[in-house]
């Protein structure tokens, strides 16, 4: 397996709010997407939108499993200035900020959002993670 994550599927419970929501933050719905999935291009990896009971289908697994599945999504950005821009740009867009923008012990500066449907969001700073031109973190070797 060649280790690229292409596609992560969101399971949302309003697909038009949730594509709502995500393209006030700047997210390119592709013309692959129909009534029923949403598909929008980021940069190397893309996000699917899908309703959490076609999701839940789809993987065989029951819809009302309930509690936090353990992920969290990440966003890097240049500065720490950025991921409080990012933090109010995701409330005014819909989402919830968790945890505003602050120091972290690794050294770096992050916060948390939630989007629409609850699938929580860091938006971090990470000094010894420089982006590239596309913004993708670059990991050290």
């Given amino acids: ?65 309930g509690g936090w599945g353990g992920v969290t999504l990440a966003h890097n950005v240049e500065t720490p200035a950025h991921v409080d821009v990012v933090l109010a740009e995701a409330e005014a867009a819909g989402g919830t900020v968790l945890r505003r923008g602050a120091a972290t012990f690794w050294g770096g500066y992050n916060g948390v959002f939630a989007d629409p449907d609850g699938h929580r969001w860091e938006v971090a700073h990470n000094p010894d993670w420089p982006l590239d031109d596309e913004g993708r973190a670059q990991l050290p070797d």
Avoid at 3 to 13: A, F, H, I, W
Avoid at 22 to 33: I, M, N, T, V
Avoid at 58 to 65: F, G, I, Q, R
């Fill in 1 to 65: 397996m060649r280790p690229v994550v292409s596609l992560v599927t969101l399971g949302v419970g309003d697909l038009a709010r949730a594509r709502a929501f995500y393209a006030a933050l700047g997210w390119r719905e592709s013309s692959q997407s129909t009534d029923d999935v949403a598909f929008l291009a980021g940069a190397g990896t893309h996000l699917g939108l899908w309703s959490r009971a076609s999701l839940a289908e789809d993987s065989e697994v029951h819809e009302d499993a």
